[in-house]
């Protein structure tokens, strides 16, 4: 499969599809943690920077393949080739990054956007011209197309994961690997032959020179790097998320409060004396006191609502997203957090992922295993109940049985 090419290309070629998978999964795992606002900059992100890194990596494999001499490149099969990469992954990013998907949804995508990853290869390669003509292995052609789909399904799947760290690293260098994989086996199938005996192959269109698609390859390759190391600046929400969950996990967690004495006391100049308070009882872990608004994320920056307009809590990564009954937006807290902020005689977490206002509901449903509640307001919405709460929701809302 690598007999003739440059191995050092080669090896670049792979780095290069593991740098842009690292970048772009890096910036998809970021999408259901943002205000919604920011969701369609993160999605033309993470395709731009997989699509540079499919597509890149797929031209430093054609460098390092030995062509016959006097081989150029169509730019305008190039670009096209370009431009399907960008429009499939960014159509498979989007239809998995909206809502909760399944897997009918999932395979779908993955489908798509292999078999767009090998229609970028195929195109491109047809934007090779020169003295030669070009044949295909069927087979091989259709084993390049399923590595295409499974490598497509591999990364849309850690994307979904959205983790961070080495299982983040891990799975770039997968995809990297994968990627590569595809080409190389596509190139394997791929044949040039010497043209008929007294024919000659003309260049319809504008071509480019293998050195000038180095030197765009070269600026491309920056740009992935560039982006990959912007990616590995610390997010400092996170920072901040990870602060705040340590100072609430402190056993023994004190407040303090300021102890002003009355105004007719005569001592309004005196500084107020700090007391420490604790914050649970004995035995207990310190609790928060209800929170009367939660902090939700807008374009143009903070806003706070009232806890009693909060129909439901979800989860999603180190955040939640909170349902007012007309949409859904950001909140900074996590679930753990929230859970603890909210008054429980109001609210309850009916699934680890979700928490509803008990006097929002307006239906309740068996389902599978579980159940799902229905929450009033100018847009209801479900959220499920798992198993396991289905007999406290039950109680909150009046429907326990009764036993003599």
């Not at 290309?9 to 740098?19: C, D, K, P, Q």
């Not at 100018?378 to 049985?401: D, F, Q």
Request: charged share 15%; glycine share 10%.
């Amino acid at each position: 499969m690598f007999e003739g090419h440059d191995p050092y290309l080669v090896a670049l070629s792979v780095v290069i599809a593991i740098l842009g998978g690292y970048t772009g999964f890096g910036l998809a795992a970021r999408i259901r943690g943002t205000p919604d606002a920011s969701h369609r900059l993160l999605l033309a992100g993470a395709a731009f920077f997989l699509a540079i890194g499919i597509w890149t990596m797929h031209f430093v494999g054609m460098l390092a393949a030995p062509l016959p001499a006097g081989a150029v490149y169509l730019v305008l099969p190039t670009i096209v080739s370009f431009l399907i990469c960008a429009l499939v992954v960014g159509i498979s990013l989007f239809f998995v990054s909206v809502g909760e998907p399944s897997m009918l949804r999932v395979v779908s995508s993955a489908v798509l956007l292999g078999v767009g990853i090998a229609s970028m290869h195929y195109v491109g390669m047809h934007g090779l011209s020169g003295n030669f003509a070009m044949t295909h292995d069927g087979a091989m052609v259709l084993l390049s197309v399923l590595i295409a789909i499974a490598t497509a399904y591999g990364g849309l799947r850690a994307f979904l994961a959205r983790q961070g760290g080495v299982q983040l690293a891990l799975s770039a260098v997968a995809y990297g690997f994968a990627v590569a994989g595809m080409h190389y086996t596509a190139m394997a199938g791929m044949h040039l032959v010497p043209p008929a005996q007294g024919s000659h192959q003309h260049v319809d269109g504008l071509a480019a020179s293998p050195q000038i698609l180095s030197l765009v390859v070269a600026l491309l390759c920056f740009v992935i790097a560039a982006g990959f190391l912007l990616s590995l600046v610390p997010d400092p929400r996170k920072k901040a998320a990870a602060t705040t969950d340590v100072v609430a996990a402190i056993p023994g967690a004190v407040a303090f409060v300021a102890d002003i004495p009355p105004a007719d006391s005569g001592a309004a100049t005196t500084s107020p004396r700090l007391r420490p308070t604790p914050l649970g009882g004995i035995g207990q872990p310190p609790r928060a006191p209800p929170a009367p608004r939660l902090p939700v994320e807008g374009a143009d920056g903070t806003h706070f609502i009232d806890s009693a307009d909060v129909r439901s809590v979800r989860a999603d990564a180190h955040y939640t997203k909170v349902h007012d009954g007309t949409r859904e937006r950001m909140c900074p807290w996590s679930i753990s957090e929230a859970e603890a902020q909210l008054d429980p005689g109001l609210f309850v977490r009916v699934h680890r992922s979700h928490i509803v206002a008990m006097a929002h509901v307006t239906l309740v449903r068996k389902e599978g295993d579980g159940a799902i509640v229905e929450l009033d307001g100018p847009s209801p919405h479900r959220v499920p109940v798992s198993r396991a709460k289905i007999a406290e929701v039950k109680a909150r809302l009046g429907l326990a049985r009764r036993h003599a």
